[in-house]
């Protein structure tokens, strides 16, 4: 069965360096999202991508975060300098129609559990 | 701010009950409703879909929608102690311009053996 896969699964990191987390989405799948649930908290949305540009971002998507879709596959997510407070499990899904139109179900990938010290 | 709203919980239901959970929201024009399962330390895992009013069954699972009074539920019949896991609501609601997927808090669900 087709799935989303992210990379790495575990990074720890020092306040204030640069992470970039990987995702391939499900191949056929139009729409890539970011969210993350920091621990025992909810699961939040940072933003959502299709045709190459950002659809929809949060607030807590600021200027320190960046999407990109280098290629055909990959799908990352960059955080520019990293702060204690991001600390969270960042989860990459994919959709094959915009979630909220139509049917729009998201498959999430396993997670990257990101810790900053 | 659109909310999702569920009750924490813990449930815990027995081996072979009806566990019912319960999930509100406030945005009268969503229109897709979602349940997922996480278990500890992994990703949320899709359940259900449903778009209509009324129910919705698949297998053990039946998703019933009430958009009157804005209220969607997972009835998980012959509960297994596997199905012991937080239960997540989710519901494409408009935050500023953005429609988006919105997640409540989740219920914890123990199935006793």
């Known amino acids: 069965e087709p799935e989303v896969t992210q990379t790495p699964s575990h990074q720890v990191t020092q306040m204030g360096q640069e992470v970039i987390l990987r995702c391939v989405p499900i191949?056929?799948?139009?729409?890539f999202y970011w969210y993350r649930q920091i621990l025992g908290q909810k699961v939040e949305f940072l933003v959502s991508?299709?045709?190459?540009?950002?659809?929809?971002k949060s607030e807590i998507f600021d200027d320190q975060f960046s999407v990109e879709r280098p290629d055909g596959s990959n799908f990352t997510l960059k955080i520019r300098s990293t702060k204690l407070e991001d600390s969270a499990m960042y989860f990459c899904?994919?959709?094959?129609?915009?979630?909220?139109?139509?049917?729009?179900?998201?498959?999430f990938g396993e997670g990257s559990r990101l810790t900053v010290l | 701010q659109k909310e999702v709203e569920q009750n924490s919980g813990p449930l815990s239901v027995p081996e072979g009950a009806i566990a019912s959970l319960n999930c509100t929201y406030s945005?009268?024009?969503?229109?897709?409703f979602f349940w997922y399962r996480q278990y500890s330390g992994k990703s949320p895992e899709l359940i259900m879909s449903?778009?209509?009013?009324g129910d919705k069954e698949d297998g053990r699972f039946t998703a019933q929608l009430n958009k009157a009074s804005q209220y969607v539920s997972l009835l998980i019949r012959d509960s297994q102690p596997s199905d012991s896991a937080t239960y997540l609501c989710?519901?494409?609601?408009?935050?500023?311009?953005?429609?988006?997927?919105?997640f409540g808090s989740g219920t914890q669900l123990t199935v006793l053996p």
């Open positions: 991508f299709y045709n190459n540009e950002i659809s929809e």
């Open positions: 899904a994919s959709s094959v129609s915009l979630a909220g139109r139509g049917t729009g179900e998201l498959f």
């Open positions: 989710a519901v494409n609601t408009l935050s500023g311009s953005a429609r988006q997927l919105t």
């Open positions: 945005d009268r024009v969503s229109q897709s």
């Open positions: 449903i778009y209509s009013n």
């Open positions: 191949s056929n799948h139009l729409y």
